[in-house]
Structures are given as C-alpha cells and as structure tokens.
C-alpha cells in the first residue's frame, strides 16, 4: 500500500495521549499545593504602609491666653522663616474659654506683616473634652506649669484626625530656619526630638513617688527628652494607643510631669527619633549660671547660638515679658529683639508669660 500523501500529520495514538495527560495530572498535583501556599502568604502579609503626605507642613501649639505674647512671637517668627509660608497650616491648641482670642491672632499676623506677605492658615482647635489630666493636681504640684493646656498637645491624634505628621513647638520659642526639613525628616517612632544635657536621674530630685519612679526608670543615665521642639508621627500616634499610655503614667507615678513622661513612654517602651540640638537651643531662658548648673544647660557657645535653627527660651525669663526685659542677669534677650511685633495687638492686652 503506498504511503499516505496527506500534508497532515497523523496524531499519536490514544494510548500516548493518556499517558502524557497522566504525566501533567501527576505535575499538577505536586505544583499545586506549592502555589496555594505562595498565594497563602502573599495575601497573608501586610500591605506597605504608603509613604506620608508632607506636602503641606502642620504646626502645632498649645497656649493658654497668658502664654499669648510668646505665642505670637512664635508664630511671627515661624511665618517669616518659612520659604513657603502658604503651605504651612498652624494649628493653636486652646480651651474652650480662650478660642475666641485665639482667633484674634490671624488679623494681628497679616497686619504685621503687611497684605503682600504668603502667611500660613491659622486654625483654632477648642479642646473641650474631660482630661483625666486634673487641672487641680497640676496648680497644687510645686514643680510643674500651673496650666492644663501642655498636656493638650497628647491628644493632637484625634484634634487633626487627617493629619499624619505635625511639628510642636512650646510657646517660647523663636524660629530662625524653614522647618521644612525637620518637618519632612526620616522617622521610624512615633516621636522625634533632641537630647537634653541633664540626664534621666535629675527627675529623682522634684518628684513625688520616687518608689514608683525607680521602678519605671531602669536607666537612669539616659540623658532626659527635650520635647519644647518635637515631631510626632501621627499614623503610628493613633495605631499605637499613644494617648492612652501617657494617660496611665499619673496613675502610676502620681506626677504630672509631662516631660518626665514622654521620656519614660519613649525612652524606655517605644524609642524615638533624633535631631540635632541646633533645632532645639533650648535654656535661653535660664537666669543665672546657677540656673544653668542645677539644669545641666550648657553656656552655649558663639557659634552654637548663630547656627541655631530654633532658640528655645525654657527658664523664667521670657524676653517678651516685663520682668525679662528689665532683667540684666537674663541671657539670650538680644537675640528676640528681630522678631519683636511692630503693630499693636489686641489680642495681647495683659501680663504676658
């Protein structure tokens, strides 16, 4: 019989074909389980966390109606260190009892600096909720500010629910460099801020339950938190129940020390971020050098001074206060007098602070 002249080719035989479906059956059956468990752990593991919008940069204070003075200085000096004050959102923390004078500030700020002048949004917040922070408890402690306004910024997590990082500043400080790149710093704790000289052992000296602190503080060589300049991490703030925390610390201490608990609750739990002391030259407000001894604030030198990027005026002498500017032992006073306001405000009528 001739061979076939068909320009097709003839499939295998059956047989071929269920041995090699038996092949594939026997593959599929090994490669399977493989791949469900890839897929398993790849849908098991967490989505990355995107990368936060810095864009705009959010700044917070907290102030009672006293503290005013100092705030506006602060917040005058902020505008005008700012490359692009329009994108810079201030936020004033204040009660219930204050807001209306807060508000008073924004016309102050754009008389100041004049109609042509980007200034930032300021927006008041009223902080009206119970604090287990009692107000009563922090005037009757001899060592502590006498106003419950520095513990609102505890609760900047839930005053800008849609704000994922913010920069805090106390009242008392004078901003001479764009905060931009301390706001947009790389961190990895929910807190960034620099180191006092003074170590942790200090607070040993002005606290109450010194049992409880002993049992708190393992190491008492670390050196104590600034947090006047600090940068909070919101996101991580709030999925980690920060707010909380510090609010067990009374309880456990029996001390309103605010800064003694930040430096418990990030030294010792959590960690924190660093930046240099150049955006925190704090102690401008100490007196004397025996003020400056007891604090373990060191006499910043010359050039220390000119390369800070915020002057921090912690001590009793504020140069925008009737007593500091009368004060020769003070220090420091000549370095507020760029950023003292020219216009008159209304809204600083009575003692500053």
Not at 184 to 207: G, I, T, V, Y
Not at 242 to 266: K, V
Not at 288 to 303: C, D, G, L
Not at 317 to 322: A, F, G, R, V
Request: charged fraction near 20%; charge should be neutral; include cysteine.
């Amino acid at each position: 019989q001739p061979p076939s002249t068909s320009p097709f080719r003839t499939s295998p035989p059956l047989r071929e074909k269920v041995h090699a479906m038996r092949h594939w059956d026997v593959l599929a059956r090994c490669l399977l389980p493989l791949l469900g468990t890839a897929l398993s752990l790849r849908l098991s593991e967490p989505a990355a966390e995107p990368e936060p919008d810095l864009s705009i940069i959010h700044v917070a204070y907290s102030a009672d109606a006293g503290a005013f003075t100092g705030l506006y200085s602060s917040i005058l000096s902020l505008s005008r260190s700012l490359e692009r004050p329009q994108d810079c959102r201030v936020h004033l923390l204040v009660s219930e009892q204050d807001a209306a004078r807060a508000e008073g500030l924004a016309g102050c700020l754009r008389r100041e600096l004049g109609e042509a002048q980007a200034l930032p949004t300021l927006l008041v917040h009223s902080v009206s909720k119970a604090m287990v922070f009692d107000p009563a408890k922090i005037a009757g402690h001899p060592h502590l500010m006498r106003s419950k306004a520095v513990f609102f910024r505890l609760y900047l997590p839930e005053l800008l629910p849609d704000v994922e990082r913010v920069l805090y500043l106390d009242t008392d400080t004078i901003v001479r460099a764009d905060v931009g790149p301390l706001y947009r710093m790389p961190m990895n704790h929910a807190m960034a801020c620099s180191h006092e000289r003074a170590q942790m052992d200090k607070f040993l000296l002005a606290q109450i339950n010194t049992t409880a602190l002993e049992q708190n503080m393992p190491n008492k060589s670390l050196p104590q938190l600034q947090t006047g300049v600090a940068v909070f991490d919101l996101r991580k703030w709030r999925s980690d129940g920060i707010t909380q925390a510090m609010e067990e610390w009374p309880r456990r201490l029996g001390t309103y020390s605010l800064q003694l608990m930040l430096s418990l609750e990030f030294h010792n739990k959590r960690g924190h971020d660093v930046f240099d002391e150049a955006w925190n030259l704090y102690g401008a407000g100490l007196e004397t050098a025996f003020e400056r001894w007891i604090s373990a604030t060191p006499n910043w030198k010359p050039e220390q001074i000119a390369g800070a990027k915020i002057l921090h005026y912690s001590g009793s002498k504020k140069p925008w206060s009737e007593r500091s500017r009368n004060s020769k032992a003070a220090m420091y006073q000549d370095l507020y007098t760029p950023f003292v306001p020219h216009q008159q405000c209304e809204v600083l009528r009575g003692p500053a602070k």
